[in-house]
C-alpha cells in the first residue's frame, strides 16, 4: 500500500462502534464476527456541529430497533459512525448527476470494508442537502444510502426516510407510481408486473381481515401491483411499518444473515 494512502487512512478519526440503544444481551446474542451483522456506517456531510449529528443517528438506530422484523435481530445489527473534518468531506465525496448523486472514493469505502472485513450500509446523512436515494440491494452487499436532512421537518420524518431508503438498500421495491420511483425496476418481493405474479409472490399472505393484497401502483407505473396500501416502502410519511409481505421478506434475509458463517 503506498504510504500516502497509509498516511491518510490513519490520519482519519476513523470508524467507532457505536452503542446507538442498549442490546438486552450484548455479551452473549451479539456475535463476534461482522460478517454474520446487518453492518451500517454513519457518515456526516456538512454538519456544523457534532452533537446534531450525534442526535440524528441515535434517532435514527432508535427507529430502526422498533419496527418490524429489525427488532428481531438487534443483537445482529452492529451500528458504526465516522467522524470527518469538512476537508476530509470535500476530499472524499463528490457530487454527481447520476444516480444516486453521490460519489464516495474507493479508497474510503475499501477502508471501511477492511475494517470490518464484512460489507457494509453506509449512510451519507446530509445536513445542507435534500437528496433522497438509495442503491437498491441486498442484505449482504454493500449500498450507499443518502438521506437530505433538509427534506425533513421533524426527526421523526427523517426516521421514516431513513427507513424507507435502508429498504431498498436490503431489496425492497418503490410502492409508488410517480416520479422518482420509476427509477426503481418491479421484482420481488413487492412490487409485480401483474394479479398473476403477485399471487404467486404473496397470495399465501392474502386472507381475510388482512393487510395484504392486490394495490394497483408500484415502481413508477400505476398498472403494476404491490402488497398494502399504506407502507414505509410507499409513502414514509404515512406509514409505520413495512406490512406484511415486506416483513416476511426482511425477516427471512436477516435470518440468513445472522447464519452466515
Known amino acids: 500500500m503506498p504510504k500516502a494512502l497509509i498516511l491518510f487512512l490513519c490520519g482519519l478519526i476513523f470508524l467507532f462502534h457505536c452503542s446507538a440503544y442498549e442490546l438486552k444481551s450484548s455479551s452473549q446474542g451479539r456475535p463476534a464476527s461482522?460478517?454474520?451483522?446487518?453492518?451500517?456506517?454513519?457518515?456526516?456531510?456538512?454538519?456544523?456541529d457534532q452533537r446534531l449529528f450525534l442526535n440524528d443517528t441515535a434517532t435514527?438506530?432508535?427507529?430502526?430497533?422498533?419496527?418490524?422484523?429489525?427488532?428481531?435481530?438487534?443483537?445482529y445489527i452492529r451500528f458504526y459512525r465516522v467522524a470527518l473534518s469538512a476537508k476530509e468531506e470535500a476530499a472524499l465525496f463528490r457530487?454527481?448527476?447520476?444516480?444516486?448523486y453521490l460519489e464516495a472514493r474507493r479508497d474510503f469505502l475499501d477502508?471501511?470494508?477492511?475494517?470490518?472485513?464484512?460489507?457494509?450500509?453506509?449512510?451519507?446523512?446530509?445536513?445542507?442537502?435534500?437528496?433522497?436515494?438509495?442503491?437498491?440491494?441486498?442484505?449482504?452487499?454493500?449500498?450507499?444510502?443518502?438521506?437530505?436532512?433538509?427534506?425533513?421537518?421533524?426527526?421523526?420524518?427523517?426516521?421514516n426516510g431513513f427507513m424507507h431508503e435502508l429498504g431498498h438498500a436490503l431489496g425492497l421495491r418503490d410502492e409508488w407510481f410517480?416520479?422518482?420511483?420509476?427509477?426503481?425496476?418491479?421484482?420481488?418481493?413487492?412490487c409485480a408486473i401483474d394479479r398473476a405474479q403477485a399471487k404467486q409472490w404473496w397470495g399465501d399472505l392474502v386472507v381475510p381481515g388482512g393487510r395484504a393484497?392486490?394495490?394497483?401502483?408500484?415502481?413508477?407505473?400505476?398498472?403494476?401491483?404491490?402488497?398494502?396500501?399504506?407502507?414505509?416502502?410507499?409513502?414514509?410519511e404515512r406509514a409505520e411499518?413495512?406490512?406484511?409481505?415486506?416483513?416476511?421478506?426482511?425477516?427471512?434475509?436477516?435470518?440468513?444473515?445472522?447464519?452466515?458463517p
Open 213 to 236: 393484497g392486490y394495490i394497483c401502483g408500484c415502481c413508477g407505473n400505476k398498472n403494476y401491483i404491490r402488497p398494502t396500501v399504506a407502507s414505509l416502502m410507499n409513502k414514509p
Open 178 to 190: 410517480s416520479g422518482e420511483a420509476a427509477f426503481c425496476p418491479p421484482g420481488p418481493p413487492n
Open 111 to 159: 477502508g471501511l470494508r477492511a475494517r470490518l472485513k464484512s460489507d457494509y450500509k453506509l449512510v451519507i446523512l446530509d445536513a445542507s442537502g435534500g437528496i433522497l436515494a438509495a442503491e437498491l440491494s441486498a442484505p449482504e452487499k454493500f449500498s450507499l444510502i443518502i438521506l437530505g436532512r433538509n427534506k425533513y421537518k421533524t426527526p421523526a420524518g427523517l426516521a
Open 95 to 100: 457530487a454527481t448527476t447520476q444516480y444516486p
Open 60 to 75: 435514527l438506530t432508535k427507529r430502526l430497533s422498533r419496527v418490524k422484523p429489525f427488532d428481531e435481530f438487534t443483537a
Open 34 to 48: 461482522t460478517k454474520t451483522n446487518l453492518n451500517i456506517v454513519f457518515c456526516p456531510l456538512h454538519y456544523p
Open 241 to 260: 411499518d413495512f406490512g406484511p409481505v415486506n416483513e416476511r421478506y426482511l425477516r427471512n434475509a436477516l435470518a440468513a444473515l445472522a447464519k452466515t
